[in-house]
Antibody
Framework: QVHLVESGGGVVQPGGSVRLSCAAS????????MHWVRQAPGKGLEWLSF????????YNADSVRGRLTISRDNSKNTLYLDMNSLSAEDTAVYYC??????????????WGQGTLVTVSS | DILLTQSPSSLSTSVGDTVTLTCRAG??????LNWYQQKPGKAPKLLIS???NLQSGVPSRFSGSGSGTDFTLTISSLQREDGATYYC?????????FGGGSKVEIK
């Protein structure tokens, strides 16, 4: 069973930063582009960022541009998300998701269970 | 960004009913429209890709249709386990977007 496990969430102070990780298993991670998506409490899904399978192409949502960096280490089967200048509006469950065939122009066919980031003093 | 508007935002229905959820795009997206199911406290699950392609393992009572700007997700013979929030998502542009969701409550 294809598996994605996020980690790195927790309570972060306003203005702080966080690094989230997403560990992939049971599929060839280096073959697949990946995404980050978040969901604020009681709200809908918001796409944040995309990275191609080899890490050369990246896209970010305008809402977080400049504060977010997506990266990956294919030797460790791990995806990362670095966010800085956090505010209460960044409080959300953060999901990593695998992109199907077609890269960014494809459905998100596998999702992790999510990791909660709470921005609070 | 391409805006996706889902309707209804919520509905209450009964086991055995047929439910039709709609998703309207702000501009034509061909058939680059996917549907996800999310149950409380769980990650979203891909149900349908490219407007009408049912994912492996998804019950055949789920079906999708549409192209251009108007899309539908139909759930036939609703089961209790279908109570969830359903999201559409476009992958036509390099900035994917999601609709606001349709919450289906089983009476």
């Amino acid at each position: 069973q294809v598996h994605l496990v996020e980690s790195g969430g927790g309570v972060v102070q306003p203005g702080g930063s966080v690094r989230l990780s997403c560990a992939a298993s049971r599929f060839t991670f280096s073959d697949y582009p990946m995404h980050w998506v978040r969901q604020a409490p009681g709200k809908g899904l918001e796409w944040l960022s995309f990275i191609s399978n080899d890490g050369t192409n990246k896209y970010n949502a305008d809402s977080v541009r400049g504060r977010l960096t997506i990266s990956r280490d294919n030797s460790k089967n791990t995806l990362y998300l670095d966010m800085n200048s956090l505010s209460a509006e960044d409080t959300a469950v953060y999901y990593c998701a695998r992109s199907g065939v077609g890269g960014i122009f494809a459905a998100f066919d596998v999702w992790g269970q999510g990791t909660l980031v709470t921005v609070s003093s | 960004d391409i805006l996706l508007t889902q309707s209804p935002s919520s509905l209450s229905t009964s086991v055995g009913d047929t439910v039709t959820l709609t998703c309207r795009a702000g501009r034509s997206i061909s058939t680059s429209l996917n549907w996800y199911q999310q149950k409380p406290g769980k990650a979203p699950k891909l149900l349908i890709s490219a407007a009408s392609n049912l994912q492996s393992g998804v019950p055949s009572r789920f079906s999708g249709s549409g192209s251009g700007t108007d899309f539908t997700l139909t759930i036939s013979s609703l089961q209790r386990e279908d109570g969830a929030t359903y999201y559409c998502q476009q992958c036509y542009s390099s900035r994917p977007t999601f609709g606001g969701g349709s919450k289906v409550e089983i009476k």
